[in-house]
């Protein structure tokens, strides 16, 4: 049963965006690792990127779920 408020999940526009920002807080993370960096700074970093994987995930299965 579909009507206006229907789930909707990332536009892939926004998929895309969040991928690439992904990607680059990887990069970051990898240019810094082996300097004398904060080590907490460093694992935020891969958190923040984990998380956004997580969120692309979460909202590819939130759409699949109205589909059912």
Known sequence: MSNRYSK????QREID???NLSSKIEIIYNRR???DDSEQ???????A????RSA???SNE????EKL
Do not use: S
């Open 8 to 11: 909707t999940g990332f536009t």
């Open 62 to 65: 939130w759409k699949k779920d």
């Open 49 to 52: 990127r984990e998380q956004i």
């Open 17 to 19: 965006t969040l991928e």
């Open 56 to 58: 692309i995930v979460i």
């Open 41 to 47: 700074a460093l694992i935020r970093l891969l958190r």
């Open 33 to 35: 690792i082996g300097k």
